[in-house]
């Protein structure tokens, strides 16, 4: 079974500009959650997506945004690049279940982004 | 103050040593516990999972849990080079408000020497 894929896997972009990231989930999974790894705050979570919907949400501004399609591949974007958003991008799928927590994810290999 | 907190390390150990990693925690709501393995410029690898307090066993691996003291447990048997990596703690309160949401630790730096 093919594990969570993620494109591209290195991206240098510089400040202001905006980028988009790509997740290709685990077959049969239909939860998608993101997260941003950093040194200074470890992995904070984004949001998570379940059937094109947004159900949970961290404490991130708006220029940080996702989608997901009905094959369950998500996308997020980040716009209007800061240096501060250069980081590891995760991405993680689950089945989504109902119990919220009952729920194990498995983690794709990142999106290195680095902002000049 | 973080919510979950997690000795950054470094650790080092010689091969064949056990291991302790662990985490405390502040929020009472947690009810599910991870423990996940990061190599180097890789993603999280799901080592255990777990359910409210208690002990769970996986090989050489052991995770405890002990809710009254909102406290984890990671202990690596027999470890072994191959085990060097970023060890994390991750927690999820379970129920809606949760979905896909897990909260970290900052991660335990091990190195197991031959």
């Known amino acids: 079974k093919a594990g969570v894929t993620q494109t591209p896997r290195y991206l240098i972009k510089t400040r202001g500009q905006q980028v988009t990231l790509s997740c290709s989930p685990i077959s049969g999974h239909r939860s998608v959650s993101w997260y941003q790894q950093t040194p200074g705050q470890g992995l904070q979570f984004l949001f998570e997506y379940f059937s094109e919907t947004q159900r949970n949400k961290g404490n991130f501004p708006g220029r940080f945004s996702g989608r997901q399609f009905s094959n369950s591949r998500s996308e997020m974007n980040v716009s209007t690049l800061e240096l501060g958003d250069s980081a590891l991008y995760l991405c993680a799928s689950s089945l989504g279940l109902s119990s919220g927590g009952a729920d194990e994810q498995f983690f794709g290999p990142g999106t290195r982004l680095t902002v000049l | 103050q973080k919510e979950v907190e997690q000795d950054p390390g470094p650790l080092s150990v010689p091969e064949g040593a056990i291991v302790s990693l662990n985490c405390t925690y502040s929020?009472?709501?947690?009810?599910?516990f991870m423990w996940y393995r990061q190599y180097s410029r890789k993603g999280p690898e799901l080592l255990m999972y777990?359910?409210?307090?208690g002990n769970k066993e996986d090989g050489r691996f052991t995770a405890q849990v002990d809710k009254s003291s909102k406290y984890i447990s990671l202990f690596i048997r027999d470890s072994q080079p191959s085990d060097s990596a970023t060890y994390l703690c991750a927690m999820n309160k379970g129920g809606g408000t949760s979905y896909g949401k897990l909260t970290f630790g900052q991660g335990t730096i091990l190195t197991v020497h031959p």
């Open positions: 777990t359910y409210s307090s």
């Open positions: 929020n009472s709501a947690f009810q599910y």
